[in-house]
């Protein structure tokens, strides 16, 4: 089946930048919206940030607000997740995820996930 695929996490000092990236294996996500959401261990999944189909505008969590952007390659179909000024309390595994929901702060938006990519933010 069509696959998400996310790479780029590791381990960052805070204060330092990374760039996760979501590719997907078989297709160009045409008309989906596009998400990235993160998990830390004993904790729910989390939303980061989106960007719909179509329009520029993106959405972010409040915590990541001004620290983080998400950008869409539309012609490939790959988001990238570029994140400044980390914290430890980054530290989560961040999925990327496509659907065609409204609600796209909410899981229940999205159809496909990503299997994760891990991101450990170091005091």
């Known amino acids: 089946q069509v696959q998400l695929v996310e790479s780029g996490g590791g381990l960052v000092q805070a204060g330092g930048s990374l760039r996760v990236s979501c590719v997907p294996s078989?297709?160009?996500?045409?008309?989906?919206?596009m998400g990235w959401f993160r998990q830390a261990p004993g904790k729910e999944r989390e939303f980061v940030a989106a960007?719909?189909?179509?329009?520029?505008?993106?959405y972010y969590a409040g915590s990541v607000k001004g620290r983080f952007t998400i950008s869409r390659d539309n012609a490939k179909g790959t988001v990238y997740l570029q994140m400044n000024s980390l914290k430890p309390e980054d530290t989560a595994v961040y999925y990327c995820?496509?659907?065609?929901?409204?609600?796209?702060?909410?899981?229940?938006?999205?159809?496909?996930w990503g299997q994760g990519t891990q991101v450990t933010v170091s005091s």
């Open positions: 960007i719909r189909w179509g329009e520029s505008n993106p």
């Open positions: 995820a496509a659907g065609a929901g409204w609600m796209l702060r909410t899981r229940a938006a999205y159809d496909y």
């Open positions: 078989a297709r160009t996500f045409s008309g989906y919206n």
